[in-house]
């Protein structure tokens, strides 16, 4: 089987999920769509009515928006790491799983930022964050920054997708004439040319390293929100690599799950195999050791150390009157229970990797919703307030229901990519699958599938 | 000495040579040549003003037209750091200063900028009252944090807000470690004449929707050669308010030289290591003037329930 | 009902009872005489309810000086809520005096259901003159305070209390007080680290307060005694708090950007050029 014949195999298998919107489709439009609505519904009341309407008062002024921008932007990091890092290293059985990790990333970086505007008392003021801008704002930095990731995201998504642009506009499908133009004008033209090849090779060589310092770049500063000011259990010097550990750390969470997710609906078991949710399940508990390293190592000196509002702090995450509970499912979820699912060999099934990693991922929901929320309950001053909304922060429906619509689309996004570019890169699995074949092939992938 | 340290205000001569001087003092720092006229006004307290002609002028445009312009706003007033001391021995928790504040910027009961906690330090020591508005920092965390300039340092010492500039994103608030800034969580509730009033960050009112505002030492008055509200409104003088670079602080009864004051009574700055460099001074509460529980004297019930925490033995 | 204050003869101090049936109110005033620093005077009446001693609100009063039987109106005032009515803006020479600087002042409730008891007022003129010595760099006011006697000659002030003061923004900084000599004169030791304003001067006001002879008298001199202050421009400088950011957060800003963003660029022109090297064939070129 020559490498044509492979992707036009590949290609006829995909098809059906970009030639036609089923009534499953419409069905899964149709319901993220409701909740989407409600979402707005609680939006236009926000609109109408203020803030007021939300949980957050004068002490806790941030609360479930700021939770899901932070989770968000961390989930991004999914792409980050499989084309970025993965690509650099050049590890074959990264390539039918990029374009969905390419989709997390550009999809919940448009999302992420939507919760701050959210959070915003006066949005109809946005566009001053343009013509007024301080340098020395974290939120500054955090617009830039956002907005660079934003692209560079979009950038190398498209990089990746050129070659299937091509391969979509050249061979027979049963789509419509418009859309095989679409394609046609997306491809650039793209045959595969030698000077093509060497063009295509380089700029997807440039962004797969400079994506990388972009996206630590963006967490960090996304922490420094929280780092700089003088708030217990935000003022820290590890913040920035905290963040960013668990950023990836839940991107890779997210990954799994998607995973699962398209290959159960697109039936994509011959290219998503075992090995791929064994491996990413690898790379999980690496970062979950990191990661798990770095909540001790903080909660650890901060309590050590006892200085008088950090104890406060700690004493509402050690209470189970508080936030014990939280805390400790944040943590038994969010660190341990990844390690013994996916360290004991026995326990290692595709099922169970995606169900600690749904875990895992809300666990790191609600750490971020418990980095937030009890730092801003926990103020310097006695508050010495009667009003039991300004003293402990409670998400109202509203707020609950615009975070469901976040989800919702998320799912609904990465579902209509689907339906428009195949999910798994035609051209680059096309390249595994005939270099795998061709046998004279020994590098270390093909030993990791025989391990696997 | 201490008989010159006597109250002295209610003497019209002595009360015309203040704002006379506040006044003149003021034109020349903003560089406007006097017109060499004199003109006498009365101000509403009956005290007698005396002004040159050519700050009339000025001062009947100042509103509408200057303050509402925003770089005098943010310019602050030439030549002066203004500064607060607050006496500790001397309050009462007579609440004064929060409903003369209220009053003052059109704010509704439930909104403080100014407030009175009772404060236990320890286990052993006695609890206090500790009036607490905005510190007005010379490294305000807020001022850092704002991603638009809305919120801002003066260069004599203010921290003021243009709720005209502000997005509301609250950054500002979970920055400053005294939780001194309030939110309009919705349309604030004011009459049409009060919404109608020109904007100024120096007046804060009217207040906004979905912005930010606090204390802001009345710059208003200040520029007018007046005290703010809370300093005039307390019944005993507990704070003092002026300008560092004269040296100079006053209640209202008495005025002292800071430098005296502060070395007399070991001023100091409410959470100094913080690093924030508060432009507020509070005098230790030694000597009390009053008993802590006569703070609870006049105090609605929910008021008491506030400092329900606090153990009073 | 006879207005008397309408004619401007003296005859104002008889009593007359209404005979529109109702009674007036008894009432009591009493006038601070305030002799300010430029030779202006401010008069302040209290005008309170002769029983309660309450204040009397919004009532007109006239003001008067009187010398022998001729009364010249200085002008009218009208309380305010604390019963304070203030005539200001008359030059001192207005006031009609004796040879012995001394005057009457006189004050009427010009209201028909008022009945004033308490009317007129006997005020002697002061002098008071600041001079400023310095002698091995000890800095010495010296308040000089006379009077006249009958025959008009100026006499030295024994044992007169005179107040000194600093202005300041929104008050006066007091210090000190000197109490007069045989000769009239006190002295003061100015302090040495008082801030004054970019060269050092200051105004320093000499007060002569509530005496019941002199009333209110200030005086007022400038003088270089001040330690020079000197403060900041509007301009703040690079900060954190500030408008502008500090110089090496826009080097970082700027490197960084431009370093993303080149990239950027350089992969956006890479892609122009893979639209312009396309074959013209309809095929891929599968081949390696
Ligand atoms: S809430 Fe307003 S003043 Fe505060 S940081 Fe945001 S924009 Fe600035």
């Known amino acids: ?452 | 000495m201490n008989k010159s340290r006597r109250e002295f205000v209610k003497k019209g001569a002595v009360a015309g040579a203040i704002t006379a001087a506040g006044v003149s003092a003021w034109l020349k720092d903003q560089g406007i040549k006097e017109a060499g006229e004199k003109v006498k006004l009365l101000s509403q307290d009956g005290q007698l003003i005396e002004v040159d002609k050519a700050f009339l002028k000025l001062h009947a445009q100042a509103n509408s037209e200057i303050l509402a312009k925003n770089t005098m706003g943010r310019e602050g007033i030439p030549g002066r750091k203004f500064v607060m001391v607050v006496d500790l021995s001397k309050c009462n928790n007579a609440r004064k200063c929060v409903t003369a504040c209220q009053k003052m910027h059109y704010l509704p009961e439930d909104k403080e900028w100014l407030n009175v906690k009772l404060m236990k330090d320890n286990e052993q020591s006695a609890p206090y009252w500790f009036p607490k508005m905005c510190f007005h920092c010379d490294n305000p965390p807020c001022v850092k944090v704002c991603p638009v300039d809305a919120t801002f340092k003066r260069a004599d010492g203010l921290v003021l807000i243009d709720n005209q500039r502000c997005i509301g994103c609250k950054f500002c608030m979970a920055a400053c470690p005294y939780s001194t800034r309030v939110f309009n969580w919705d349309e604030p509730d004011l009459s049409q004449e009060v919404k109608d009033l020109p904007y100024s960050p120096e007046t804060s009112v009217p207040s906004q929707h979905g912005t930010v505002e606090k204390c802001d030492f009345c710059p208003d008055m200040v520029r007018k050669g007046k005290l703010p509200d809370c300093v005039t409104a307390c019944p005993n003088g507990v704070f003092y308010f002026g300008d560092e670079i004269e040296d100079a602080v006053t209640n209202g009864d008495e005025t002292v030289r800071l430098s005296e004051l502060l070395r007399d009574r070991a001023g100091y700055r409410f959470m100094e290591d913080l690093g924030t460099k508060p432009r507020v001074y509070y005098l230790p509460p030694t000597g009390r003037m009053f008993p802590v529980e006569r703070g609870f004297k006049d105090l609605t019930e929910e008021q008491k329930e506030r400092y329900k925490d606090v153990n009073l033995d | 009902m006879l207005n008397l204050s309408k004619t401007s003869v003296l005859m104002v101090f008889a009593t007359v009872m209404s005979f529109t049936g109702h009674a007036q109110v008894a009432a009591e005033a009493s006038l601070t005489y305030n002799k300010l620093k430029d030779n202006n005077v401010l008069l302040r009446a209290v005008l309170t309810d002769a029983q309660e001693s309450e204040p009397l609100a919004n009532i007109e009063l006239g003001f008067y000086s009187i010398q022998d039987t001729i009364s010249t109106s200085l002008g009218k005032a009208i309380s305010n809520e604390e019963g304070v009515a203030v005539l200001q803006g008359l030059s001192f020479e207005s006031l009609l005096q004796k040879q012995d600087h001394t005057f009457i002042i006189a004050v009427e409730v010009l209201d028909e259901n008022y009945q004033l008891t308490s009317r007129e007022f006997t005020f002697s003129d002061v002098n008071m003159q600041l001079s400023f010595d310095e002698i091995d760099s000890v800095k010495q006011i010296v308040v000089t305070i006379s009077t006249w006697d009958e025959l008009g000659n100026l006499v030295p002030l024994e044992e007169a209390d005179a107040y000194l003061y600093v202005p300041r923004m929104f008050s006066l900084l007091p210090i000190g007080d000197v109490y007069t000599d045989e000769e009239g004169q006190g002295m003061l030791e100015f302090p040495t680290d008082l801030p004054g304003d970019l060269n050092g001067g200051l105004e320093i006001i000499a007060q002569i307060e509530d005496h019941d002879e002199f009333g209110n008298v200030a005086v007022s001199e400038s003088v270089n005694w001040g330690a020079p202050v000197t403060y900041e421009t509007s301009k703040l400088p690079r900060a954190l708090w500030s408008p502008d950011a500090p110089l090496w957060m826009w080097i970082t800003f700027i490197v960084l950007m431009v370093g993303v963003w080149f990239h950027y660029g350089w992969v956006l022109i890479n892609l122009r050029r893979i639209k312009y090297h396309s074959s013209d064939s309809e095929l891929i070129n599968y081949e390696d």
């Open chain 1, 1 to 452: 089987m020559n490498f044509k014949e492979t992707t036009q195999n590949l290609l006829k298998e995909l098809a059906p999920t970009i030639e036609k919107f089923t009534w499953k489709d419409w069905l899964w439009t149709i319901s993220l769509s409701l909740v989407i609505l409600w979402g707005m519904y609680a939006l236009y009341l926000q609109i109408a009515r203020g803030h007021e309407v939300t949980g957050m008062r004068d002490n806790v002024v941030w609360g479930l928006y700021v939770a899901n921008f932070i989770f968000f932007i961390g989930i991004s990091y999914a792409g980050a790491i499989i084309s970025g890092i993965l690509h650099l290293m050049n590890l074959e059985w990264r390539k039918p799983i990029i374009r969905i990790a390419e989709l997390i990333t550009v999809i919940a970086t448009i999302i992420g930022p939507l919760y701050i505007l959210l959070c915003m008392g006066r949005l109809d003021r946005l566009h001053y964050l343009f013509i007024y801008p301080r340098l020395q704002s974290p939120i500054t930095w955090d617009v830039i920054a956002i907005l660079t990731y934003l692209v560079g995201s979009v950038i190398f998504l498209y990089l990746t997708l050129i070659r299937d642009f091509s391969i979509l506009s050249t061979q027979q499908l049963n789509i419509g004439l418009k859309r095989k133009r679409i394609y046609r004008f997306l491809s650039l033209g793209f045959k595969n040319t030698s000077e093509q090849k060497v063009l295509l090779k380089v700029s997807t060589n440039i962004m797969a390293i400079i994506i990388i310092p972009i996206a630590i770049v963006v967490h960090s500063v996304l922490s420094w929100i929280f780092g700089m000011t003088l708030r217990p259990g935000w003022h820290s010097t590890i913040f920035g690599p905290y963040f960013v550990l668990a950023a990836v750390y839940s991107g890779t969470g997210v990954m799994i799950l998607a995973m699962y997710f398209f290959r159960r609906l697109y039936g994509l078991q011959r290219y998503i195999t075992k090995k791929h949710f064994v491996y990413l399940g690898y790379i999980m508990i690496m970062l979950g050791a990191g990661y798990g390293y770095f909540t001790f190592s903080e909660y650890l000196t901060d309590w050590y150390s006892s200085e008088k509002w950090n104890t406060e702090l700690i004493d509402k995450l050690f209470n189970w009157q508080e936030y014990g509970g939280l805390f400790f499912f944040a943590n038994v979820a969010g660190i341990l229970l990844p390690f013994i699912v996916i360290g004991i060999p026995k326990l290692r099934t595709i099922e169970s990797i995606t169900l600690v990693s749904a875990l895992m991922v809300l666990a790191m929901w609600v750490k971020r919703y418990l980095i937030v929320v009890p730092t801003l309950e926990t103020t310097l001053i006695p508050m010495q307030e009667t009003r039991p909304e300004y003293i402990h922060y409670t998400a109202t429906w509203l707020e609950w229901a615009l975070t469901f619509a976040g989800i919702a689309a998320f799912i609904l996004m990465f579902k209509l990519a689907s339906k428009f570019i195949p999910i798994i890169p035609i051209w680059e699995t096309s390249e595994s699958i005939k270099k795998k074949t061709s046998a004279i092939d020994t590098n270390v992938d093909l030993k990791s599938v025989t391990h696997a």
